[in-house]
């Protein structure tokens, strides 16, 4: 079993920043691929980036390429999320997830899921 908890969330004007962080327990060490993804009200949960189990690989959705860098810590069973840039239409609630195996786009494949994170981006 894999527990997962997100922090870092908050207000933040356009163009700020913000650090998530994902703080991981259980069966993980670093067997786990690890991403994040959103959910604004309304819409359907998304992907946003994602790192394999070393960390040599990462993904992101095209919306946050550039702006966004995934990262962890194994030693420390943590994944960050810095969010540079910040868009209006960044808002939504931020879900850290993980998987066994290599890292993948759609969350439905992700087995474990932390409680989520808002993040709001005012204008």
């Known amino acids: 079993q894999v527990q997962l908890v997100e922090s870092g969330g908050g207000l933040v004007q356009a163009g700020g920043s913000l650090r998530l962080s994902c703080a991981a327990s259980?069966?993980?060490?670093?067997?786990?691929?690890m991403g994040w993804f959103r959910q604004a009200p309304g819409k359907e949960r998304e992907f946003v980036a994602a790192?394999?189990?070393?960390?040599?690989?990462?993904d992101y959705a095209d919306s946050v390429q550039g702006r966004f860098t995934i990262s962890r810590d194994n030693a420390k069973s943590t994944v960050s999320l810095q969010m540079n840039s910040l868009k209006v239409d960044d808002t939504a609630v931020y879900y850290c997830a993980a998987r066994w195996g290599t890292t993948g786009r759609s969350w439905s494949t992700y087995d474990y899921w932390g409680q989520g994170t808002q993040v709001t981006v005012s204008s």
């Open positions: 259980g069966r993980t060490g670093s067997g786990s691929a």
């Open positions: 790192i394999s189990r070393s960390g040599s690989n990462t």
